[in-house]
T-cell receptor, first 112, second 114 residues
Framework: QKEVEQNSGPLSVPEGAIASLNCTYSDRGSQSFFWYRQYSGKSPELIMFIYSNGDKEDGRFTAQLNKASQYVSLLIRDSQPSDSATYLCAPEAGSGNTPLVFGKGTRLSVIA | NAGVTQTPKFRILKIGQSMTLQCTQDMNHNYMYWYRQDPGMGLKLIYYSVGAGITDKGEVPNGYNVSRSTTEDFPLRLELAAPSQTSVYFC?????????????FGEGSWLTVV
């Protein structure tokens, strides 16, 4: 079982600030990770996929992966009220057929 | 742009009743999944399938059954509904995992057992 831990929040940041969301995992075999965003009452949607140590940037979003320390994070720059949602971290299964095991998610609230 | 389609969207069941949540996808994905999400909680995997005729248990399979007779369809059967099965159910599909393939989710089915 690929255990994933996330702070459930809520994490409150002012509009325009940087929001930092963190995820730790227990399985050293986990090589790559997804970040999904879920608005209240909606289904999750993919934001980022990262498989290499270091940073991966996509617009205002930056995913960071540190395999040695077993954590992955998501930074949201210039946070907007529309970023208010729950962010779910999930390790990709890697080889084999085991599907994603999601963390509980961190609820982000961006205050205008 | 159908993607993953779930029906029904909302349903109220009485304790002990049975029902089937329907899920179909038009992306020719081999992998399909059923997750449940309780209020304020993360997604828990119920069952998954890596292709027609193949299904496997996830984290929380008790009280559910699935079948996969075609690539497109992956129905979830609830037998003898219990209040603990009150939840939002998400069906999802993807190409084979292990290559960064996105999982696409349906819009969810809200189930209440009373």
């Amino acid at each position: 079982q690929k255990e994933v831990e996330q702070n459930s929040g809520p994490l409150s940041v002012p509009e325009g600030a940087i929001a930092s969301l963190n995820c730790t995992y227990s399985d050293r075999g986990s090589q790559s990770f997804f970040w999904y965003r879920q608005y209240s009452g909606k289904s999750p949607e993919l934001i980022m996929f990262i498989y290499s140590n270091g940073d991966k940037e996509d617009g205002r979003f930056t995913a960071q992966l540190n395999k040695a320390s077993q954590y992955v994070s998501l930074l949201i720059r210039d946070s907007q009220p529309s970023d208010s949602a729950t962010y779910l971290c999930a390790p990709e299964a890697g080889s084999g057929n085991t599907p994603l095991v999601f963390g509980k998610g961190t609820r982000l609230s961006v205050i205008a | 742009n159908a993607g993953v389609t779930q029906t029904p969207k909302f349903r109220i069941l009485k304790i002990g009743q049975s029902m089937t949540l329907q899920c179909t996808q038009d992306m020719n994905h081999n992998y399909m999944y059923w997750y449940r999400q309780d209020p304020g909680m993360g997604l828990k995997l119920i069952y998954y399938s890596v292709g027609a005729g193949i299904t496997d248990k996830g984290e929380v399979p008790n009280g559910y059954n699935v079948s996969r007779s075609t690539t497109e369809d992956f129905p979830l059967r609830l037998e003898l509904a219990a209040p603990s099965q009150t939840s939002v159910y998400f069906c999802a599909s993807s190409h084979p995992i292990g290559s960064g393939n996105t999982i696409y989710f349906g819009e969810g089915s809200w189930l209440t057992v009373v």
